[in-house]
């Protein structure tokens, strides 16, 4: 079961800014990829599941995470029907992200209070995710929408606490355009986590990219 409520869970993704996701069907692989993203300051990260037997993976990184990085806190994203999302929960998942907004998913989730973070287009899907108990929305693909969407949302529902994933790269540019526009955080994936920082197994520069990432990530908020 998961080792954070929902509440906690929204508060470090508010405090961290950055949601790193990533997915690899090698398990050592992932363990590297973890150690560098916790050593570079990530205290919470996305596991995505797109690939056959990938529960399998995450439940094995869930556990390692839990004996060697003490605080990372492991989710699960492209998560698509409520028996998947138990699945996870049942290995120790802490979050949920879904591309898409499903109430089943909301309902299990809810059951466990463990946090669900469904991706929607409209301000309609938006306000449907929060009477359904949402806390962090996220917005997908967010390249396709951009940071005047969230402005616009962000004027009739300031309490809306909007995540950005997809479109979202650490550059100055694109991080000011994203927190200048209100999101609460940014998800990102393959910006970060590359291609090719996993083919060249470059952990130490996986690991100065996200130090780097966080820190710009809290000038750009100061």
């Not at 529960?55 to 556990?63: R, Y």
């Not at 979050?95 to 299990?108: G, K, N, S, Y």
Request: hydrophobic share 40%; glycine share 12%; net charge neutral.
């Amino acid at each position: 079961m998961a080792q954070y409520s929902r509440i906690e869970v929204a508060s470090v993704m508010k405090e961290q800014g950055m949601v790193p996701l990533f997915f690899h069907s090698d398990v050592e692989l992932g363990k590297k990829i973890l150690k560098a993203c916790y050593d570079g300051g990530a205290r919470l990260l996305e596991f995505t599941s797109r690939g056959d037997f990938a529960f399998e993976v995450f439940g094995e990184l869930n556990k390692y995470a839990i004996k060697e990085l003490p605080g990372m806190i492991m989710g699960v994203g492209s998560v698509t029907d409520a028996g998947a999302a138990s699945l996870y929960m049942q290995l120790g998942a802490n979050f949920i992200v879904t591309p898409v907004l499903r109430e089943d998913i909301a309902v299990v989730c809810n059951r466990r209070k463990v946090l669900w973070s469904p991706g929607c287009g409209s301000l309609t899907e938006i306000t449907r995710a929060e009477e359904l108990g949402c806390e962090i929305v996220k917005l997908f693909p967010g390249g396709t929408y951009g940071p005047n969407f969230v402005k616009g949302i962000k004027g009739p529902q300031p309490w809306t606490s909007i995540m950005p994933t997809g479109g979202v790269s650490p550059t100055e540019e694109n991080l000011k355009g994203w927190f200048d526009a209100g999101v609460i955080c940014v998800g990102m994936g393959s910006k970060l986590i590359s291609k090719e920082v996993i083919a060249n197994k470059d952990y130490d520069g996986l690991e100065k990219m996200v130090k780097e990432t966080l820190d710009l990530i809290k000038s750009l908020r100061n």
